[in-house]
């Protein structure tokens, strides 16, 4: 694996575990798309450092877990706005 890619998929894991942030939000900061954002923590990462990897997974799974809560907040602020 080229050395750049180790690195990205290192920074990737670091700023999603110390800013507790989405694929979205982490592949917005990183300028790259959500399927590398996963590929990079899900496959690459593994084999690179598997400690690293499954603390990058526990956070993405949680925020997996409580996506519905934000949706269904978002589209109450949205009916809300659209009232006033």
């Known amino acids: 694996m080229k050395e750049y890619i180790e690195k990205r998929a290192i920074d990737i894991a670091n700023y999603i575990i110390e800013n507790n942030t ?7 900061k990183f300028g790259i798309s959500k399927s590398t954002v996963h590929k990079d923590v899900a496959e690459r990462l593994v084999s690179i450092n598997p400690t690293l990897a499954a603390e990058a997974r526990k956070v993405l799974d949680l925020n997996k877990s409580e996506r519905h809560i934000r949706g269904g907040m978002a589209t109450k602020d949205k009916y809300l706005r659209e009232r006033a």
């Not at 989405?22 to 917005?28: D, I, N, P």
């Open 22 to 28: 989405t694929v979205r939000q982490t592949a917005k």
